[in-house]
C-alpha cells in the first residue's frame, strides 16, 4: 500500500524542518528534498502535494536558486512559501521586487472571501513577515487572496491549477486541506 506523500522543496530556508512537522503532524508522510532534485524524480515519487519553502535569496538574480516551470504544471497541487511564492510568481510570468520598504515582524494581514487557504480564519489577523523582496504582479490566471499594508500580495492561488503562494503561514493554516479535491 502507498501512503500519502507530500514532499517539501528546500531553498535554503529557516523553517524547512518545521514546515515538514507540520505536514507530518497532520498524519501525512513527508520528505525534504534539495531544490537540485530532477523533476523525474519527483515526477516518480507521485506525492499528493510539493512545498517550496523559503530562502535567502532573490528569485530574480541570475545565480539564485530556481525551479522549472514544469513542476508548476504536473497537474500535482504546489504550495510557495515565502521565497517558494516569490519563485513561483516570477517563473510563471508575474513580477518580483525588491521594495524601499521590506516587512519585518509582527503585520496585520486581510485574506479575502474567496481564499482557499485560509478558509476559516477570521478576516484579519496578526502573522510574522520577514522578508525584502514582495510579489508585484501576481502571474497571470492567479488572484490576491491575502495583503498587508506594506504588501499588496501577501498570498495568491490559481485554484483551477491547484497553485497557492503566500508570503507566511499564518497561525491555524491547514497544512492537511491544500493538496486535498475534498
Known sequence: MEREKVIVI????????????RVRECNVYCEIYSYKTELDKIKEMNPKGIILTGGPNSCYEPDSPTYSKELFELGIP???ICYGAQ????????????????????????????????????????????HF???????????VTAYTADCPIAATQNVDKKLYAHSIPPRGTPYSKWYRDD
Open 133 to 143: 523582496d514582495r510579489i508585484e504582479e501576481a502571474a497571470p490566471g492567479f488572484e
Open 10 to 21: 528546500d531553498f535554503g530556508g529557516q523553517y524547512n524542518q518545521l514546515v515538514a512537522r
Open 78 to 80: 504546489v504550495l510557495g
Open 87 to 130: 519563485l513561483m510568481m516570477h517563473v510563471l510570468g508575474g513580477k518580483v521586487i525588491t521594495p524601499e520598504v521590506g516587512e519585518y515582524g509582527k503585520t496585520e494581514i486581510t485574506y479575502t472571501k474567496n481564499a482557499v487557504l485560509f478558509q476559516g480564519l477570521p478576516e484579519k489577523s496578526v502573522c510574522w513577515m520577514s
